[in-house]
């Protein structure tokens, strides 16, 4: 406990987003090789048509709902990495996603094992954050976790001002009380616990009119924008997209 603790300095200037889309997603109808004659053999009703294709290059495509990603990708804010994915041939959608969490057969998750190995930074109560209901395996090994379904959800239950100072007075180290090696981290909770109420005070304002759909994916991307927007120590934050097994409809 001591060494993950120990002094350093947080380091929040760039935050992982990692957005899971647990419902699969088809690589070939999102990114389609609309300039490859092997796809439209192979995908003679299935494939998106060329004619409804959003162009990237001479090669590749976008499908056409993704339409709002082709200036991001032509600007170089967006890079497609194709052909990379789990070569098991399970056909259990869960199987698959636990694949896809862990990065292989090794403990851990992909996420919590670059959390352990990253320098110079000091992990702290929200250094890892998962929007949602569960703990994500991604993150599984992690120094720390906070799974939270909003930041207004992750508050003491009464006036937050007395009960962090009682909470506070517990974990003292002076005092001994619920102190000595928990109370390092019991102080850096209680400290986000306070700069996680002065969040919620202050709305989100974004940047360049950014729209944040009204739903629970938009949401939490927005929740995610406050965090860090609140300099917190957030080094990587998940978000997930559907849970059932969903494709992206064909265009019309």
């Known amino acids: 406990m001591t060494s993950l603790w120990s002094s350093g300095v947080r380091d929040d200037r760039r935050t992982l987003v990692v957005v899971f889309l647990r419902g699969g997603a088809d690589g070939l109808a999102l990114v389609p090789p609309i300039g490859d004659d092997a796809y439209h053999l192979a995908r003679p009703t299935l494939g998106v048509r060329a004619r409804d294709a959003i162009r990237l ?11 709002p990603l082709a200036p991001l990708f032509h600007d170089g804010t967006l890079g497609v990495v194709h052909a990379v994915g789990s070569d098991d041939t399970t056909r259990s959608h869960f199987e698959a ?9 090794g403990g851990g998750g992909w996420l919590g094992r670059f959390l352990r190995e990253r320098n110079g930074a000091q992990p ?41 100072r009682a909470l506070e007075s517990l974990y003292d180290a002076d005092t001994m009380a619920l102190g000595g090696r928990l109370a390092p981290a019991a102080r850096d909770t209680l400290a986000a616990l306070r700069r996680l109420t002065q969040l919620r005070a202050s709305p989100l304002r974004p940047r360049a009119g950014a729209d944040y759909p009204a739903d ?13 927007k609140g300099r917190v120590g957030v080094a990587v934050a998940t978000v997930d997209l559907g849970g059932g097994t969903r494709t992206l409809p064909r265009a019309p």
């Open 57 to 67: 290059d001479d090669r590749f495509s976008l499908h056409p709902r993704l339409a």
């Open 97 to 105: 996603q636990d694949l896809m969490e862990h990065g292989g057969d």
């Open 216 to 228: 629970d994916f938009g949401r939490d991307l927005a929740e995610v924008a406050r965090l860090i």
């Open 124 to 164: 702290g109560a929200l250094s890892a954050v998962a929007l949602g209901e569960e703990f994500p395996e991604s993150l599984r090994g992690a120094p720390s976790v906070t799974v939270m379904r909003s930041l207004d959800d992750f508050a003491v239950d009464h006036d937050d001002e007395p009960m962090l």
